[in-house]
């Protein structure tokens, strides 16, 4: 379906290299969150990149000049060669942000990190209440636990991100959690409406808040950024559903990042696989220098050439590149179309019918398909 063109030398030249790499070193995970990013339907006891593995893929992100290595998951803290991961990245000069639920993390393990060479830690925050919180993520006791990993974060130095996503269960309290992220001591807050793909596309009944929900909330985070000016920087992910304009997904497909399965696919983004018809390189046959400049799937989206219309004669279309290709395929059919979250596409009325359906439907919220695999994952 997609008949990327083949990549002159001329023309790699021309891309640009990443700035990060987003390595989602396992799918194993404590936490059953209903809005997880993974795909529903992996095999998490399949074998993951081993350590070398990791090790080689990170030096060859530093030789491509990646600046930044998102240690992510599933779980990052279920890989037990974390710190060893962490200090090669430390050597090779990557900048490492930890994404992490918190939940397994040690004082002393917290601190063996922080001495190989952790920049950064962002931490997943369910809700601002604990039983909600708890509730959310499938785990009792896991917001206690958190509380006690952001002593240990401040106690070893590292600067603290605090990540929330917001859907109807916690809604009610979006503006809370920002001003929570301030006790906390955050530096940053990420507070970012749940987008309906993976799991969260499975639980998206129980997880979409009214239209009246997301207007004020979004207003009242909005407000805060004056009120908290100079004490925490606020990331503020707005609903597609309810947007005029479509984000540039990743930044733009191929232009920014790429990420790299626990098993080794590397993707332009984490919903890349659903897009039929695209090949995914490995970096177990391929340098990640060749996947992001010659790979087949890299190059099917980047920059303006697929573009049909609107997208091709839109001014937006390097501020946006027509918004995201996965839920262009998901909604259209087709991943070449414009987003149908934007106004302009000829597909935006199935973008309002969803929204529409949602809207009013307040009260009990249906019961949450948890992410949990068939096959449960080992113990770390
Ligand atoms: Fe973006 Fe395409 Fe819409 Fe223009 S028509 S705003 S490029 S999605
Ligand atoms: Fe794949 Fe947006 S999630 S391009």
Known sequence: ?????????????RIPAPVGVLAELTYRCPLACPYCSNPTDVDIRAKELDTEDWKRVFSEAAELGILHAHLSGGEPLARRDLVEIVAHCAKVGLYTNLITSGV???????????????DHV?????????ESADRIGGYEGGFKRKMDVVKWIHEFGLPLTVNAVIHRANIERAGRMVAFAVELGARRVEIAHTQYYAWALTNRKALMPTRAQIEKAVAEVEGLREVYAGKIVIDHVIPDYFATYPKACMGGWGKRTLNVTPRGKVLPCHAAETIPGLEFWSVTDHSLSDIWYKSPAFNAYRGTDWMAEPCRSCPRKEVDYGGCRCQALALTGDARNADPICHLSPEHDKVEEIAASFDGSEGEIPPYVYRRYKTPAPVA
């Open 1 to 13: 379906m997609n008949a990327p063109q083949p990549v002159t030398e001329a023309k790699a030249q």
């Open 104 to 118: 397994g993390l040690t004082r002393d393990y917290m601190q063996r990190l922080s001495e190989a060479g952790l």
């Open 122 to 130: 962002q931490l997943s925050l369910q809700d601002a209440e604990a």
